[in-house]
């Protein structure tokens, strides 16, 4: 859970899922405020890579400014700011509720720390967009993490108002993660159409063996919609999709040291699974 990181409990502004450390970051504590810090400790502490998931945020956290000359990461705050229409939270608000409003702020890119904020008058909100969040999911294939997670999916621009199709932020996310895109580039808005509900957890590609679809699709596997399971290999599973009354299959396989779980519609450990 790499967020939530700053928020109106500080005396400051700061940024509610920074990649990196900044220069506002003064203080030993401070310096671990961020998800490289998060991720390179639980593996200096022995966790296996490939069992970290970096969590992502489809929101932000806001405050209201005490100057409004002062509109940096790190400058003074009389508190949350204003409560948004949806969250209806004060320190809080969804990535719809900003780009919905975006032609009332003015957003800024913190190039230290590789995410954006916004500033409306004396209101300021630090948040994710569609290029941070390919970049934490560069960061998680570059570091062979084990994946990704959001909070949350009702946040994410599920209707497409703001111009980028719907879910714009998993979108960025799975087209990394899924290796259609590099997550490098900088785009102000994220054109890939979602689809029409929102897929399963992506499992981000391994160094070795990951969840990837397989070229050869067997025939006679589907008989409804869905995840199954291989009938000889518990690693291997299938998604079938019903397309014009047709089955089309795509092929996947676990990564190493797990099997998939027909309860959870996951890959699982192999002592949570009943293999047969």
Known sequence: M???????WDSATG???????????????????????????????GASPDKLNVGMGTYGRSFTLQNTRSTDVGVAITGPGQAGPYTREAGTLG?????????????????EQEVPYAVNGN????????????????????????????????????????????????????????????GIQSTTQ???AAPSQVAEPVQAAQP???ATAAPAQPSGVCTRSGFVRDSSNCQVFYICENV?????????????GTVFDTTLNVCNYPAEVQCS
């Open 190 to 192: 994220v054109t890939t």
């Open 244 to 256: 014009n009354g047709q089955y089309a299959v795509s092929q996947f396989t676990c990564p190493a």
């Open 2 to 8: 790499t967020y939530d990181l700053h928020g109106s």
């Open 123 to 182: 209101q300021w909100v630090g948040y994710d967009n569609a290029d941070s969040l390919k970049l934490k999911a560069q960061y998680v294939k570059e570091k062979g993490l084990g994946g990704a997670m959001i909070w949350s999916v009702e946040t994410d621009d599920f209707l497409g108002v703001c111009g980028a199709g719907k879910f714009p932020l998993l979108v960025a996310i799975n087209s990394v993660l899924t290796g259609k895109t590099s």
């Open 15 to 45: 940024e509610n899922a920074p990649l990196y450390a900044g220069i506002a970051d003064t203080t030993a504590d401070s310096q671990t405020l961020n998800v490289d810090f998060a991720i390179n400790y639980w593996i200096q502490k």
């Open 95 to 111: 990535y719809n509720e900003i780009c919905e409003q975006s032609s009332q702020w003015t957003v800024y890119w913190n190039e």
């Open 208 to 210: 070795t063996a990951a």
